[in-house]
């Protein structure tokens, strides 16, 4: 019903800077919370942020926490993802996400995968030293 698409990444330097987007299409996500997630080789896909439908609850992974901002433009129906000082951990492929369920609490913004019911392809992220 809903589709995601991001777009954005791409090679960087360690210390650079990347911002992602995420468009989403069929319907507004504006009741969505929205995440971002990302999977390195050989990892499981991690949670790195998530905002809520309103836009003012956010949370972040402790690995970018300062780094990363994300943000919502609900009249655009899109979610971005600033991402600076990067380092070569970043690497890893990030997907946005939109919740199952829609116009949950303003404070709905949960960080597991399992409450995620619509995701896109998904956007190479690489840092080089």
């Known amino acids: 019903q809903v589709q995601l698409v991001e777009s954005g990444g791409g090679l960087v330097q360690a210390g650079g800077s990347l911002r992602l987007s995420c468009t989403a299409s069929g319907r507004t996500v504006t009741g969505n919370a929205m995440g971002w997630f990302r999977q390195a080789p050989g990892k499981e896909r991690e949670f790195v942020t998530v905002i809520g439908r309103g836009g003012d609850k956010t949370d972040y992974a402790d690995s970018v926490r300062g780094r990363f901002t994300i943000s919502r433009d609900n009249v655009k129906n899109t979610v971005s993802l600033q991402m600076n000082g990067l380092r070569p951990e970043d690497t890893a492929v990030y997907y946005c996400?939109?919740?199952?369920?829609?116009?949950?609490?303003?404070?709905?913004?949960?960080?597991?995968?399992?409450?995620?019911?619509?995701w896109g392809q998904g956007t190479q992220v690489t840092v080089t030293s």
């Open positions: 996400a939109a919740t199952r369920l829609a116009y949950v609490s303003r404070a709905y913004a949960p960080v597991s995968s399992d409450e995620y019911g619509y």
